[in-house]
């Protein structure tokens, strides 16, 4: 109802062109379909791919105007079940609104006459406004719906979504681009050739964010997979990413590589999926042949995660981050420099973790005891740069420890070691890994 009395006052508005009304609106309903096809539904709420052209209807038509924009794009399309009318209609509404408000802040705030004139660079100022306003609406109308469906109370902020002032930006940039074009000397033609590439930089931009979705999918499904067969060190593998990451930004590594070493921190352990369950889980020491069974995970997870393409290095790390520094590790016996960088760093990271983390059979060590055992091994178990970046990064950022185990110990004295993993034994000296 209240998108409608926005748009109401647009008819008899004689001001209004509805030769760019409706051109506008053909514009954004055409970018709007065919993603709408694909989905068989409506697009995400926060694709995109043509705000653009919204915001140009803002800063070239009156707010009643502007807003009518938006509803063929949102309102067009194959019939569907009457709930997805509904949201249909919504968003149609949300963002007529949002487009009536980004026109009315664009009027109170910019030049009294079009924005192609020669006072050009002064509209700048009020075109980004406008696409704050734009955003703010958007994001508003958001928790309302989140309001309305969730009945506990939350704090207002909790309820707003997070806001993206920045690429709502760049879109009012370009949008304003295609107003100036649109009032040059070559018309609405030259405007609309315009908008191809812009679609097409927006349309990979999108593109690029769903595969990175798609990798955190992957990955997190992977890890629930192991804590749900590994139920002793549930949380171990986020904390040891966690762990891995401080590190390499202590080593000032590349900043692209940053997200690799997390990844490979986060499934270092998904090998175990290869690993019996009752292994997993035994409850007492094992045998010569169930430890070697055990053994096998690294080369479980470098099989699991082969062809996963966007974990590169991180593979490397899944191999080789139970190798020590004196060539004694496993599964092959690597020494020194011949171990793989990623894999040394998740190494400690995993040692670390697993030393500072409570679980059901053992209290957790505090963090200054499981340092000092980490510079004790360096330069036998480990590679002594990782452990005095993970020093320097913990003595400065603090870490965060937590039960990792289906119950939390009880209280009193801490119980003898009885578990799977102190009572198994141990071929040589070091600290035990997670």
């Given at each position: 109802m209240t998108a409608a009395a926005c748009a109401a006052p647009a008819p008899a508005d004689r001001a209004v062109s509805w030769a760019a009304v409706g051109l506008l609106a053909a514009v954004h309903a055409a970018g709007e379909l065919p993603a709408r096809l694909r989905r068989?539904?409506?697009?995400?709420?926060?694709?995109?791919?043509?705000?653009?052209?919204?915001?140009a209807a803002a800063f070239?038509?009156?707010?009643?105007?502007?807003?009518?924009v938006a509803l063929p794009g949102a309102l067009l399309g194959p019939a569907e079940p009457p709930a997805l009318t509904v949201r249909r209609a919504w968003r149609a509404a949300r963002l007529a609104l949002a487009v009536w408000a980004a026109a009315g802040v664009f009027r109170a705030t910019g030049p009294r006459h079009a924005p192609g004139a020669p006072d050009f660079p002064q509209?700048?100022?009020?075109?980004?406004?406008?696409?704050?306003?734009?955003?703010?609406?958007?994001?508003?109308?958001?928790?309302?719906?989140?309001?309305?469906?969730?009945?506990?109370?939350r704090p207002v902020r909790r309820l707003l979504p997070?806001?993206?002032?920045a690429p709502h930006c760049v879109h009012g940039l370009a949008g304003l681009m295609t107003a100036v074009l649109w009032q040059g000397p070559y018309g609405p033609p030259s405007a609309l050739l315009v908008l191809l590439p812009m679609h097409l930089s927006c349309w990979a931009f999108a593109q690029y964010h769903r595969e990175r979705a798609a990798h955190r999918a992957t990955i997190r499904a992977l890890v629930h997979a192991v804590d749900l067969k590994d139920r002793y060190t549930r949380g171990h593998s986020e904390r040891v990413g966690r762990a891995s990451v401080l590190i390499a930004r202590e080593l000032r590594m590349a900043e692209e590589r940053l997200e690799t070493i997390r990844f490979a921190g986060i499934l270092h352990d998904v090998g175990k999926l290869g690993v019996p369950t009752r292994v997993l889980r035994k409850d007492g020491p094992l045998t010569p042949e169930e430890r070697r069974v055990i053994e096998l995970h690294p080369e479980y997870g470098h099989e699991i995660v082969r062809g996963i393409a966007f974990l590169d290095e991180a593979r490397s790390a899944i191999l080789h981050h139970h190798e020590r520094l004196d060539g004694s590790g496993y599964p092959y016996g690597l020494a020194g420099d011949r171990i793989p960088e990623p894999a040394r760093i998740v190494a400690v990271a995993d040692a670390f973790d697993a030393m500072t983390s409570t679980r059901s059979y053992r209290r957790a060590r505090p963090v200054p005891v499981a340092l000092e055992e980490l510079r004790r091994c360096a330069g036998t178990q480990f590679d002594p740069r990782m452990v005095d970046a993970l020093v320097r990064a913990v003595r400065r950022d603090g870490w965060e420890t937590s039960v990792t185990s289906d119950e939390a110990l009880p209280a009193g004295p801490v119980p003898p070691a009885r578990s799977r993993h102190a009572a198994r034994a141990r071929?040589?000296?070091?600290?035990?890994?997670g």
């Open positions: 068989g539904g409506i697009p995400a709420a926060g694709s995109g791919s043509f705000f653009p052209v919204l915001l070239l038509l009156p707010p009643a105007a502007a807003a009518l509209v700048l100022l009020p075109a980004l406004a406008a696409s704050l306003a734009f955003c703010l609406v958007l994001a508003l109308l958001d928790g309302l719906v989140r309001a309305a469906a969730d009945p506990a109370p997070p806001l993206a002032p071929p040589r000296r070091g600290v035990r890994s």
